[in-house]
């Protein structure tokens, strides 16, 4: 059985382009929308500036970028993220065939990071360009990405 899933990085919206946390985002498989794969959600922090929001509360701020649990915004965390995308990949039949998903950045972080096994740590260490095209391809029950 050969799967491939191909992950395109949406377009940044003009909020993040202003550097303005985002108010969600839908995400698409084959067409169609897939709530599991939606981008994170900021909480209180949605729609303003990262720069408002490391003024106004930096050690939140800072705890936010070191810790991938935190979800003092009143949002959800980027860990709750990754386990969202950890449970849709569990989840879906993988038949063989090919499959097409516009995802926000931080969720194409997420699935490069599940499907090689490797830390939250490793969250900030991805750019994630608009645009971007990766694929990701299982053979065998193993997922390979290739950039």
Same mark, same amino acid.
């Given at each position: 059985m050969t799967v491939q899933l191909t992950l395109l990085c949406q377009p940044a919206?003009?909020?993040l382009r202003a550097g303005v946390f985002p108010s969600g985002g839908d995400a698409r498989v084959d067409d169609r929308i897939e709530p599991a794969l939606r981008d994170v959600d900021y909480g209180r922090?949605?729609?303003? #500036?990262l720069?408002?929001?490391a003024d106004a509360e930096p050690d939140a701020f800072a705890r936010w970028l070191a810790d991938p649990d935190f979800d003092g915004h009143g949002g959800e965390s980027l860990a709750a993220m990754r386990a969202r995308v950890s449970q849709w990949f569990a989840a879906t039949v993988w038949d063989d065939g090919h499959r097409q998903a516009v995802l926000p950045a931080n969720v194409v972080r997420a699935c490069v990071l599940e499907l090689l096994q490797a830390p939250? #740590?490793?969250f900030w260490h991805l750019d994630v360009a608009p645009g971007v095209k990766i694929v990701l391809s299982?053979?065998?029950?193993h997922w390979r990405v290739q950039l």
């Open positions: 919206p003009a909020a922090w949605a729609g303003r #500036s720069k408002e929001v939250m #740590s490793a299982m053979r065998q029950g």
